[in-house]
């Protein structure tokens, strides 16, 4: 296909809000695409280069970007950042400013030059080829191109939206569970759609677990105390919820990687976990566990910040060597070639013991109980060691990837006269300051939660409180690297902020109760009563471990609603 043609398809998608309307778009584009274009089609409407756990961005800024259309098209720098400043859409700089009409490129050949920018460490090389690539480009072409190397393409196409254009696209519906579940074993859309498109229904049920694709994590479902979770659960495993950072560890020969519960490459923060697995003897596995820093003498559990310090890349060697983690190890995906998400959790359990039995890698503390009785006295004794709460498994439940079920339960401490758990959040606008705050120019934030059904973000609270002045000056800063000039397309407002920013960073609230609304979109009826937080109190740092998507969703939401002893209307 030519790059001209797929940029009349994002133009298509770019003028409706419909998510209807974009699934009948994109499954007509998949009908004309061969199955590498397929693969590369599925990653660009979705914004992105590759399958997001890759990490793989261009890495041009603004800047360099107006420096690239200014000797593309023999136009002064200062005259294109006017353009810029006035337009707000360096792709519509780059379509306004190309007076040529290209040179009818291929997708795979523009493709193939915006991912080896990408690849390229040297930034005079990423540099001189965006200008290349640009001066083949119509007008038409660069608008969508520039975005796409910058990483804003915000077309407002969502992985939901994608699955059902991949079923829709060989006319078959009732493929879309199994493209799901493709989806959940391998978390690369763009591969999904290529196999598809070269198999059909049968490469479909092939698809099978894989060393290096992140699998999509299994969720719990939150119970209100120790009595309705053996009346879920009856006899069953327990285990103490550590306040880590959850792994999941893939290992082929010597070769490790590590992900993060948001499937985010995290490999380089723990090089200690590297080297312990690297010591498995075993061909290959998959792993889950919780890391964190424990002081072995006191038995104290460092809080999850410590971890998260890691980030850092220049630092990681430094903390590793300083507080290295431990990994408490609760499940095994795969071993030695063999899938085991379909075991019952006792004979996962048993390869978990045979296999990690001392060092940095070692089981997660676990009890079996066969009474009410046993689940409180246990969940008792993890509160008083410092611990947030517990798990609770069903001995015969299998592992459900990317599914919230009641194989997996969680039950946490409760604070008095509060919620008895925190909410994740996605910010999705913020307010300009007031009184005290003027001087921030930030003053509190609309956040919201992800409806993955409707593929869109629903608004639950506005949030004023729970953060320094130092750490509203150093938000505002990060939200206005992500600031829009209007509503993106996939959220669900009647509320308008100062600013709408891209849907981005997930920050944790503490609310004294979920009360209903006519307000907020989350969890909305038909009533048009919608879900609220009343008095959220952000937790003060974001959640660097989670996506937009990984927020509580409206069916946890309603769920923690049901859950409360009263509830209040807005």
Same mark, same amino acid.
């Given at each position: 296909m030519l790059f001209f043609r797929f940029c009349e398809f994002l133009e298509g998608l770019e003028a409706t809000s419909s998510r209807l309307e974009m699934a009948d778009i994109l499954s007509q584009l998949y009908k004309d695409l061969s199955d590498q274009e397929a693969r590369i089609a599925a990653y660009l409407v979705l914004g992105q280069i590759e399958a997001p756990f890759r990490g793989l961005e261009t890495g041009l800024s603004d800047k360099l970007i107006i420096e690239g259309i200014s000797k593309a098209c023999n136009i002064k720098q200062e005259n294109i950042a006017k353009?810029?400043? =006035?337009?707000?859409d360096l792709g519509l700089v780059a379509e306004r400013s190309i007076k040529?009409?290209?040179?009818?490129?291929?997708l795979l050949r523009v493709y193939g030059?915006?991912?080896?920018? /990408?690849?390229?460490?040297?930034?005079?090389?990423?540099l001189m080829g965006f200008i290349n690539l640009l001066k083949g480009l119509s007008p038409i072409e660069a608008r969508y191109a520039v975005r796409i190397v910058l990483g804003k393409l915000r077309l407002g196409v969502g992985e939901s939206t994608l699955i059902d254009a991949l079923a829709l696209s060989v006319s078959e519906r009732e493929l879309k569970p199994q493209i799901e579940r493709a989806y959940t074993l391998c978390s690369d859309l763009g591969k999904v759609a290529m196999e598809?498109?070269?198999?059909?229904?049968?490469? %479909?049920?092939?698809?099978? #677990?894989?060393?290096?694709?992140?699998v999509r994590m299994a969720l719990a479902e939150r119970v209100k105390d120790a009595q309705e979770l053996f009346q879920r659960l009856g006899p069953c495993a327990l285990e103490a919820k550590y306040d880590g950072l959850r792994l999941q560890v893939h290992k082929a020969n010597q070769e490790v990687t590590i992900f993060s519960r948001s499937l985010e490459n995290i490999t380089h923060m723990f090089p200690e976990v590297v080297e312990e697995t690297k010591n498995l003897e075993i061909n290959n596995i998959i792993f889950e566990g919780e890391a964190v820093i424990l002081d072995e003498e006191s038995g104290e559990f460092f809080p999850f910040q410590a971890i998260v310090r890691r980030k850092r890349k220049h630092q990681v060697e430094k903390y590793a060597k300083e507080m290295p983690v431990n990994v408490f190890v609760f499940d095994i995906l795969y071993l030695n070639s063999q899938d085991l998400t379909n075991l019952p959790l006792i004979e996962r359990r048993e390869h978990i013991e045979k296999l990690f039995k001392r060092g940095r890698l070692r089981p997660s503390e676990l009890t079996f109980i066969k009474t009410p009785e046993e689940i409180e006295d246990f969940f008792e004794s993890v509160l008083l060691r410092g611990l947030e709460g517990i798990m609770a498994k069903r001995l015969d439940g299998i592992y459900s990837a990317g599914a919230r079920n009641f194989n997996w339960v969680k039950l946490k401490r409760s604070y008095r006269g509060q919620l008895k758990d925190s909410i994740d959040v996605v910010i999705l606008?913020?307010?300009?300051?007031?009184?005290?705050?003027?001087?921030?120019?930030?003053?509190?934030? #609309?956040?919201?939660?992800? =409806?993955?059904?409707? =593929?869109?973000? %629903?608004t639950v609270s506005k949030i004023g409180s729970g953060f320094t002045q130092e750490e509203w000056q150093? %938000?505002?800063?990060?939200?206005?690297?992500?600031? $829009?000039?209007?509503k993106p397309k996939n959220v669900k407002s009647i509320l308008e902020p100062d600013f709408w920013v891209e849907p981005k960073y997930v920050i944790s609230v503490e609310a004294d109760e979920i009360?209903?609304?006519?307000?907020?979109? /989350?969890?909305?009826?038909?009533?048009?009563?919608? #879900? /609220?937080?009343?008095?959220?109190?952000? $937790?003060?740092y974001i959640r660097e471990d989670k996506t937009p998507k990984d927020t509580t969703s409206p069916e946890e939401l309603r769920r923690l609603y049901e859950l409360q002893p009263k509830v209040s209307v807005e």
């Open positions: 353009l810029y400043k =006035d337009l707000g040529w009409s290209g040179r009818s490129l291929e030059e915006i991912l080896q920018i /990408a690849k390229d460490r040297a930034m005079l090389n990423k598809l498109k070269r198999g059909g229904k049968e490469a %479909l049920e092939g698809f099978k #677990l894989e060393v290096g694709y992140p606008g913020y307010y300009s300051g007031k009184g005290s705050r003027v001087k921030l120019g930030i003053g509190g934030l #609309l956040v919201g939660i992800y =409806d993955e059904i409707n =593929d869109e973000f %629903l150093s %938000l505002k800063s990060k939200l206005d690297e992500i600031k $829009l000039n209007q009360t209903l609304s006519k307000l907020h979109t /989350a969890g909305m009826d038909k009533s048009q009563r919608g #879900l /609220a937080l009343r008095f959220p109190r952000a $937790l003060g």
